[in-house]
């Protein structure tokens, strides 16, 4: 992969970008639809997708990551075009679709085999410990027609004491018989914490944080991402949007993405560059599960427009406004002030994932994976106190109420 910026100059974009934001600059690409991938030499007009290193690995990645939670089976050429533009870091789970989407990524490197080398490959696992690690690898390997990826996760961690000695050494041997190159942790909950525990150890390689114009400013986050970058630990931000799961449809939300599309980008795209502006990030994990979707975010990851001094403030006041419309995903303060166990901070992204990524079936998916147990507990918990703690003020005993109503 490149190491050099290549850009589409402002001229080209804002010549055919309009209303449609960057992503229109692509579309000629494209041709006149989204099932149609560019061909090469179409493909070779537009500078591909930036890259930057990650951590101590020294492997270059591209800025813009494919998020794989998407029917990929009957997207392959999505996975092509992909390709062409330079998004050769993929992203997926064992969990994701039901293994539809490593099978979709099977499907494609059997048809294309020689593609798996362009490919840096990550894939992540809920188990625990070295046994269901090993046979979660093993399936998703399988799955994925590989015979090794390039960044294993232990997925959605909440605390680094997860991240112990066994599984160390367990990641030791994988990377010894090839099956992994470097291993790590994703993390939706207490990141700070998580990333500072990651960096006191030496065998993180990577991070996947959620991380956003919301979350980039706290003063525990910045200390967080430096503690890593300074280890060598590679970052990726995910859940770049900053949606939660309180609507936001607000008066002040249109002036924002009316403020953009004026400038030629589309919200989404100043969101993401509000991201890629801090280099400490190695790359961005974005689903993208249309043509439209990835043409949008690879057009806003070639542009070499900077946000100004006063896009940024228009992004900090829409956060300051929507404060507690967000949930930040620190779960030892709400989940220790509830006599009962509950997941409050999942279900609240599972609110998210239906909510802003209009995902229902996924989200339904992810919460009747909740032990029954607990989703029955959901609306008879005393909320109060995690309410009273809960430094963004969510309605809390509100949201679980309607996360049941929703997508039980
Ligand atoms: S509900 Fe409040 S305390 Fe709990 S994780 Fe979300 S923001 Fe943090």
Redesign the pocket.
């Known amino acids: 992969m490149k190491n050099d910026k290549n850009g589409i100059s402002r001229r080209t974009f804002f010549k055919t970008a309009g209303t449609a934001g960057l992503g229109a600059a692509l579309s000629p690409m494209l041709g006149n639809t989204d099932a149609q991938a560019a061909s090469p030499a179409q493909a070779a007009d537009v500078a591909s997708v930036p890259t930057r290193t990650f951590g101590r690995s020294g492997i270059n990645v591209p800025i813009l990551s494919l998020g794989g939670m998407f029917d990929i089976p009957s997207n392959q050429t999505l996975l092509k075009q992909a390709i062409r533009w330079g998004v050769t870091y993929w992203d997926t789970a064992h969990t994701y679709t039901g293994g539809r989407s490593e099978e979709g990524i099977g499907q494609y490197f059997s048809r294309y085999p020689e593609h798996r080398q362009k490919i840096f490959l990550v894939t992540k696992s809920t188990q625990r410990e070295p046994k269901g690690l090993s046979r979660e690898l093993e399936t998703s390997l399988k799955r994925m027609q590989t015979d090794h990826v390039d960044l294993f996760f232990v997925h959605a961690i909440r605390n680094i004491k997860v991240m112990d000695n066994a599984i160390r050494d367990w990641a030791k041997a994988q990377k010894a018989a090839g099956k992994i190159r470097l291993m790590g942790f994703s993390t939706h909950?207490n990141m700070d914490d998580c990333l500072q525990g990651a960096a006191r150890l030496d065998w993180i390689d990577g991070i996947m944080l959620t991380y956003n114009f919301r979350l980039m400013h706290e003063a525990r986050m910045i200390a967080a991402v430096k503690a890593c970058v300074d280890a060598g630990i590679g970052l990726t931000a995910m859940k770049t949007q900053g949606g939660g799961g309180v609507k936001t449809d607000s008066a002040r939300e249109l002036e924002l993405a009316g403020r953009f599309i004026q400038k030629g980008f589309t919200d989404k795209q100043a969101k993401l560059k509000a991201v890629w502006e801090n280099p400490q990030i190695s790359s961005l994990c974005s689903q993208m599960p249309t043509m439209s979707i990835l043409m949008a975010n690879v057009a806003a990851a070639v542009d070499r427009t900077s946000l100004t001094e006063n896009d940024h403030r228009h992004l900090h006041r829409y956060a300051s406004e929507t404060f507690s419309c967000?949930?930040?995903?620190?779960?030892q303060?709400?989940?220790n002030a509830i006599s009962a166990k509950v997941p409050?901070?999942d279900v609240?992204r599972y609110l998210m994932y239906a909510r802003c990524y209009g995902d229902t079936h996924d989200a339904r998916d992810y919460f009747a994976s909740i032990p029954a147990a607990v989703r029955r507990r959901l609306t008879h918990v005393d909320y109060r106190e995690?309410e009273a703690?809960?430094?963004?003020n969510?309605p809390?005993a509100q949201?679980m109420n309607e996360a049941v109503e929703e997508l039980a």
């Open positions: 909950a967000y949930c930040a995903g620190c779960t303060i709400c989940e409050v901070g609240m995690a703690r809960c430094p963004r969510l809390i949201l």
